[in-house]
């Protein structure tokens, strides 16, 4: 486990007991996350419970086991769209794919989306790869798997089914090759879904998830999921991802996250702004 500061951060020690109660349930170590944004997320539960502090909202959440989910939910910030950042995909298709490809000819391409919230993220990087692959006439092996830590979010990710709002990125082709408009949603056909592989995994644990059995990915995206920690738990992680890549593989962070400078004398940068990092040692 890794700890933090957020004990010192605290004038009682009410917030700390309902983060242990969370841990005790579910696993997960909201203190390595920013306290701010935590206090904010759980102002939601508090005026959504109608209770007054977190001591009495600790003792609605003991009494009401169903509000767990709601907390968790509350507590994990899911948003994501089809290809966010479209440079980024942009720039995977024309230069990061066919170099690793050359790279790694006959081996079974890895790719871990590191939380992948509802599935756009990994779905993603599907389409991209089915397409690269048809077009440039290959049949590699591929496995994606996306992981977090809200069961829900998984749960919704394996349905695929999406509101127009995530797919303003998707362009119309695509859209019409890989979705199915039906009762004002798209849903992802199976051709795509099933090149996805979903599991719940918490990257502070610091470990590659068990159902991915590989522990050297060719490809990893961790994008809008450190923002949310504190800096020391983002170093740790990153420090953890990166011995999961094979070399001249890439690890790609979101547009506001940092690679620290330590980590760099392994990395460079794939293509400049698109916060994809190849690993070069
Ligand atoms: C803002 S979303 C980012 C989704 C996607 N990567 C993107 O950039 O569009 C952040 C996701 O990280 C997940 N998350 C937060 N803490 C996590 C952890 N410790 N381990 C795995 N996933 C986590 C949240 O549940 C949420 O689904």
Not at 111 to 120: D, F, L, N, P, R
Not at 252 to 278: Q, V
Request: charged content about 25%.
């Amino acid at each position: 486990m890794i700890t933090t500061g957020f004990d010192h951060d605290i004038t009682a020690g009410s917030l700390h007991a309902l983060m242990e109660h969370v841990r005790g349930l579910r696993g997960i170590d909201f203190t390595v996350y920013k306290p701010g944004t935590i206090r904010r997320r759980l102002q939601l539960r508090l005026a959504a419970t109608g209770m007054p502090d977190y001591a009495s909202y600790h003792k609605y959440l003991i009494e009401n086991p169903g509000e767990m989910d709601a907390l968790i939910d509350s507590l994990t910030i899911k948003v994501s769209y089809f290809f966010r950042n479209p440079f980024v995909f942009e720039a995977l298709h024309e230069f990061v794919l066919p170099e690793i490809m050359d790279a790694f000819k006959d081996d079974t391409l890895r790719i871990w989306c590191a939380g992948c919230a509802t599935g756009e993220e990994p779905y993603s990087l599907a389409i991209l790869l089915k397409e690269f692959i048809k077009k440039e006439a290959i049949s590699p092996k591929v496995f994606i798997i996306g992981t977090d830590i809200d069961r829900q979010a998984l749960k919704d990710a394996e349905k695929a089914l999406y509101s127009a709002d995530s797919l303003s990125e998707v362009k119309k082709g695509c859209l019409d090759r890989h979705f199915t408009f039906k009762d004002g949603l798209y849903r992802l056909d199976e051709e795509i879904r099933s090149m996805v592989t979903f599991a719940y995994h918490d990257v502070t644990d610091l470990s590659p998830p068990r159902e991915g059995i590989f522990s050297d990915y060719h490809l990893i995206f961790c994008r809008n999921v450190l923002i949310y920690f504190e800096q020391d738990t983002c170093k740790k992680v990153l420090n953890s991802l990166s011995g999961f890549i094979l070399q001249s593989g890439c690890l790609a962070l979101g547009e506001a996250e940092a690679m620290p400078p330590e980590l760099m004398n392994d990395f460079e940068e794939a293509l400049r702004k698109t916060k994809l990092f190849r690993r070069v040692k």
